[in-house]
């Protein structure tokens, strides 16, 4: 029980960190929201008029702390630019960026924890060599280069699938195939290396001594003890990939979370990009209180 | 097999540096042709031409220079701010440990791209900006490595041992302590390295990078967007330059870590 | 011969290993009888690992081996390929091995690692191996062995570990039991529950043991024969007694000889002044992983209250098993440790709880060798860089009168022509021999030695023993000497401090300690530790 709670009070710290360090660089940023949202600067009172509506004539902390109301009560405020709530903005981008960093970090699990396995268990031969050189090609690609590379292929000369813009399922491929891909080479890496410690465990070879067949020690003894680590990374990746589709969004121009951030960055809506990056951040709080849950699963010695 | 990742690691970027230094067809990176719009790769132009006429080759070798200048100090940032960080919070321990490690844990929450997104925004469009926009964002993670690599050193029993000769705390971190982090620093470094190219061209390909003409890798793949149907090499040479360079960057990163990581060589 | 193959469970000929040209186990030849305790003894290099890892099959995949007979039970394995191998491996041949947190695999429930090797050999219904599980497990003297078949490794201590990978071992009755090191990493008191358990059961089923080890005592208690390896050559083999007795090879004698000295020295004055003076110091630890919350548990106390008094010249031996406080106790004297109450009074200087950074108040008076030669050096500096470390305090020497001084310790040590190696370049008891050059080249009062030859190998703990006396004669200087290795103190001790849970239990000369025990803790150790004494006739016996 204490090891829930442990982690459960680690989350307001953080979150406390997180929205603070969010709120003082949102205010850095040059550039005035209001000139922006009043338009017409001839009307001083009007803008005087704008600027108490915001609450931006108070003090920074109170600012601050009145922010931090408003988000315990769910109100994210309203886009300088369209005015729209944004809770509402983000609610609807966020079904679609979820669906393909999800989505991608499955496929990429997929491919990545038995070439991992079978990497570790093959260290120095050519299987490994191979699969390890595969992996790094693909961590070392820019996931952009190579969304713009599929769009070519798949898209445009082989017109296997739809490339711009998101009307169905199909308008998904693509984005996932491309995240999943970059994913897939830190997921081999780190099942590798975590493998590579299980196998020289004295439980291996106390396995093997017993007469199991290689695919039984790796699956039954292995298996378990070297995802340990790799599941904690993905974790933290998922909450990662939820801003960083913002460039894989905008190479197939899909609308999601991470489109809605850059181009409210572009447009200084300090209120949409606050909202975005706290959500960001306590969907990665939340991922990692999931994976947190889910470890002693795997390994008993942590105890619920 | 680390040693011969490692070698690709370095012949790649011994061939990188070589066309930098090379005298191709010699074309100014900036010099406007519009007689010679969008034309696909040729002898005369090697990678091709851009819709400004302007050579391809000379365009990406130009903007090299600049993307590992970039990286360079992105990475030397994070290392800087990362690296006294978690030293400090590594070798103090006590309340000092527990706040920043509370903090860097804190700021991991916010994705690299995200932070260094933010610190863009505030900098505003610049090469300088760029670099320390990602050394900023990476800096947490190098904090991280440090401190636990500081940790370990500190409770071997050399430094038990140099205490009691009554060496003072400063002289036993720079004797022992420190010289004995080089090699995960190391790692690191190369880690850090690749991943501040890879984000660099990210933010550039965003439009947040340095500002045009000043070009870098990722601001010519940006570029190259809108023509992808009708001149698609304008996207293939800079995307696989910069991506030999990233994979050069992570097999010697690679390399290192499983030439340094104890019991991992047989 | 097929009298003969009823005879032998193993008739091993000529076996070979070798990794490239490097050969590491050389013709050996073996004979076990059914039902016997065989032990096969060596230093680590000896080739005996590999040797008993050949007669599984489980050699690392860079190893060649070639046997002109490797007969097993009635079969000829000398040529057999891996599935023949895995259906021996388990159900003929067991393996048991030394480190008990790591042997079992802790995600899984050790029922399910009981019953694993008995559903790949047998075709045994599940409850019917659950229910000879248990059955074993209550041999094994593993308490409620039912609720026990669903808990996991980390549930149990290391004895009860290592008991029950014997009933995991043994549970599909296998013909020959190899027993690699099964006890090393255990305390001296559970080494002992283990090996009875252990003998007893095999005795029962029998079970044919092999039992690999370097310690001499465990064998002359439990084996019945035993063969000396090293350099991968089996020396000579034979009965315990006989060997006991008459040992042929040299090399045997000196093992023999080395782990069954007993002080020799002369015994500092009885009227000596006191150097050390603790008084009911106690020494508590927060427990580790201070989390956000603050430490869940309460704090740990390793010391509670003790007072004991060392005189100058002599040397103390502090005894205790693992979570004694022996190592505490140690450190806190250094002013490692910050104690919570009591004083420390170390010649006219008192070291209490208030005192921070009590090593700079004893300014280099009192030094340390530590256990773990790996960790006590720091791997960037030279062999000479190391050993003047302690001169840099004194700005009054030059570089030059540093490094003579670096050079006549090396020297002092016997390693005079190693200064510029670097620690990864010695072997142990070279390391081991640098760190006491480095500790003594500042003329320290007091040296405590924290078990400093516990990963050494017999015949090198012997060298470095005979060292720190030769050491200890030249410059006179007083020695704390923590171990839980009896036999080392034994050789080594004017006087024994025994240490148990915190507690100070007893105290007095080594002798008296030795002969007549008074405190139950003390004469358990003592029953636990088989040790070697040599007679007058050239015999050993054991005591």
Request: aromatic share 8%.
């Amino acid at each position: 029980m204490t090891y829930v709670l442990r982690k459960m009070a680690m989350v307001l710290p953080t979150l406390l960190v997180v929205s603070l360090t969010v709120f003082i660089l949102i205010r850095l940023i040059p550039g005035d929201p209001v000139l922006l949202m009043v338009g017409d600067i001839q009307n001083p009172q009007a803008i005087v008029d704008a600027r108490r509506s915001l609450g931006l004539d108070q003090p920074f902390i109170v600012q601050y702390f009145l922010w931090l109301k408003s988000v315990l009560t769910l109100n994210l405020g309203h886009s300088v630019v369209t005015g729209q709530e944004v809770t509402t903005l983000i609610a609807d981008r966020f079904w679609i960026t979820a669906r393909v960093v999800v989505v991608a970090m499955a496929v990429a699990l997929f491919f990545a924890v038995p070439a991992g396995l079978v990497a570790a268990w093959q260290r120095g031969r050519l299987a490994d060599r191979s699969i390890v050189f595969v992996s790094i090609l693909f961590l070392s690609v820019p996931s952009f280069w190579v969304g713009l590379l599929l769009i070519l292929v798949f898209g445009i000369y082989l017109h296997w699938f739809p490339t711009i813009g998101y009307a169905g399922v199909a308008y998904l491929v693509l984005p996932v195939a491309c995240l999943a891909l970059a994913q897939a080479g830190s997921f081999v890496r780190l099942m590798r290396a975590s493998a590579i410690d299980v196998l020289r465990m004295e439980y291996v070879t106390h396995a093997y001594a017993k007469g199991l067949s290689d695919g039984a020690v790796l699956l039954r003894h292995v298996l378990k003890n070297a995802f340990a680590p790799t599941l904690t990374f993905a974790g933290w990746v998922l909450g990662a990939l939820l801003a960083g589709a913002a460039v894989i969004e905008t190479v197939f121009t899909l609308p999601g979370l991470g489109r809605l951030l850059v181009d409210s960055i572009y447009a200084r809506d300090y209120p949409v990009v606050q909202g975005i990056a706290l959500f960001v951040a306590c969907i990665y709080i939340l991922m990692n209180l999931l994976v947190d849950m889910l470890y002693p699963l795997l390994d008993p010695r942590v105890r619920l | 097999m680390p040693h011969t990742f490692r070698l690709y690691g370095w012949m790649l970027l011994a061939a990188a540096a070589v066309l930098l230094l090379a005298r191709a067809p010699n074309y100014d990176p900036l010099a406007v042709d519009l007689s010679a719009q969008l034309r696909p790769p040729s002898l005369q132009h090697w990678f091709g031409t851009d819709q400004y006429g302007r050579d391809l080759f000379s365009r990406v070798l130009a903007a090299g220079p600049l993307s590992f200048a970039v990286c360079g100090f992105a990475t030397l940032v994070a290392l800087f701010v990362g690296g006294s960080l978690g030293a400090v919070a590594g070798y103090r321990g006590g309340w000092i440990d527990t706040l920043i490690s509370a903090i860097v844990d804190s700021l991991t929450a916010l994705p690299a791209l995200l932070l260094a997104l933010l610190i863009m925004a505030v900098l505003g469009p610049s090469a300088t900006g760029v670099a320390v926009a990602v050394g900023l964002a990476s800096a947490p993670s190098v904090a991280r490595v440090l401190r636990s690599s500081v940790f370990s050193v500190r409770e071997k029993e050399f430094v038990s041992a140099a205490r009691l000769f009554g060496t003072s705390e400063t002289t036993i971190f720079l004797r022992h302590v420190a010289p004995n982090c080089v090699t995960p620093i190391a790692v690191v470094a190369a880690t850090l390295a690749a991943q501040a190219l890879l984000i660099e061209s990210a933010l550039s390909f965003l439009g947040l990078g340095a500002p045009p003409p000043a070009a870098t890798w990722g601001g010519l793949l940006a570029d190259s967007r809108q023509f992808i149907m009708t001149a698609p090499w304008l996207g293939l040479f800079p995307g696989i330059t910069l991506s030999a360079c990233v994979l050069a960057i992570n097999f010697i990163g690679d390399g290192l870590r499983e030439r340094f990581d104890p019991g991992l060589q047989t | 011969m097929n009298s003969g193959e009823r005879q032998y469970i193993l008739d091993l000929k000529n076996l070979s290993i070798s990794f490239g040209d490097r050969h590491v186990v050389r013709n050996a030849s073996l004979r076990l009888e059914r039902g016997e305790v065989f032990a096969l003894v060596g230093e680590s290099g000896s080739g005996k690992t590999l040797l008993g890892r050949s007669l599984l099959g489980l050699l690392p995949p860079a190893a060649t081996s070639a046997a002109e007979r490797l007969v097993l039970d009635g079969d000829d394995l000398s040529k057999a390929p891996q599935s023949r191998w895995r259906s021996v491996r388990g159900s003929k041949v067991g393996l048991i091995f030394q480190e008990p947190m790591v042997s079992l695999n802790p995600s899984l429930p050790i029922g399910t690692q009981l019953a694993e090797a008995m559903r790949l050999h047998t075709k045994l219904s599940l409850p019917k191996i659950r229910e000879m599980a248990c059955e074993l497990l209550a041999k094994v003297r593993v308490p409620d062995p039912a609720a026990a078949l669903h808990r996991f490794p980390h549930q149990f201590s290391g004895g009860l570990r290592q008991r029950i990978m014997l009933a995991s071992v043994l549970l599909p009755r296998p013909k020959l039991l190899i027993a690699d090191e099964p006890t090393t990493a255990l305390d001296v008191i559970v080494q002992k529950q283990v090996l009875d358990v252990m003998v007893a059961l095999t005795r029962e089923l029998g079970t044919t043991v092999l039992l690999i080890t370097h310690d001499l005592g465990l064998v002359a208690k439990y084996a019945d024969r035993v063969a000396v390896m090293r350099n991968g050559e089996i020396l000579e083999s034979g009965k315990v007694d006989t060997i006991l007795t008459a040992p042929k090879h040299e090399y045997t004698r000196n093992l023999l000889a080395s782990v069954s000295r007993v002080f020799e020295g002369p015994h500092s004055k009885s009227n000596a002044p006191a150097l050390l003076q603790l008084s009911n110091v106690r020494v508590s630890y927060s427990s580790t992983g201070s989390s956000f919350l603050g430490s869940r548990t309460g704090p740990i106390e390793a010391l509670k209250g003790i007072s004991l008094e060392i005189k100058k010249g002599e040397t103390l031996a502090i005894v205790g098993e693992s979570g004694s406080g022996k190592s505490s106790l140690g450190r806190a004297v250094l002013g490692l440790n910050r104690i919570s109450s009591g004083t420390i009074r170390f010649d006219d200087l008192l070291l209490g709880p208030e005192t921070r950074r009590g090593t700079r108040a004893l300014g280099g008076q009192a030094q340390m060798i530590f256990q773990d030669p790996y960790s006590s050096l720091n791997p960037r500096m030279r062999a000479l860089q190391a050993v003047c470390e302690g001169l840099l305090q004194d700005r009054s020497l030059s570089s030059a009168a540093r490094t003579e001084r670096g050079m006549t310790a090396l020297q002092e040590v016997g390693l005079a022509g190693y200064e510029s190696r670097y620690p990864h370049q010695l072997s142990g008891g070279q390391r081991q021999r640098l760190c006491i050059a480095r500790a003594l080249i500042v003329r320290p009062k007091l040296l405590i030695a924290d078990e400093p030859i516990a990963a050494l190998d017999a015949t090198i703990q012997s060298q470095i023993l005979d060292l720190l006396s030769d050491l200890k004669r030249a410059h006179e200087f007083t020695c704390i000497f923590i171990s839980h290795d009896l036999a080392a103190v034994r050789r080594i001790a004017d006087r024994v401090a025994v240490l148990c849970r915190g507690e100070l239990v007893e105290c007095g000369s080594t002798e008296a300690l030795f002969e007549t025990p008074r405190h139950n803790y003390t004469k358990q150790l003592l029953e636990a530790r088989p040790l070697l004494l040599r007679e007058e006739n050239g015999n050993y016996r054991l005591v």
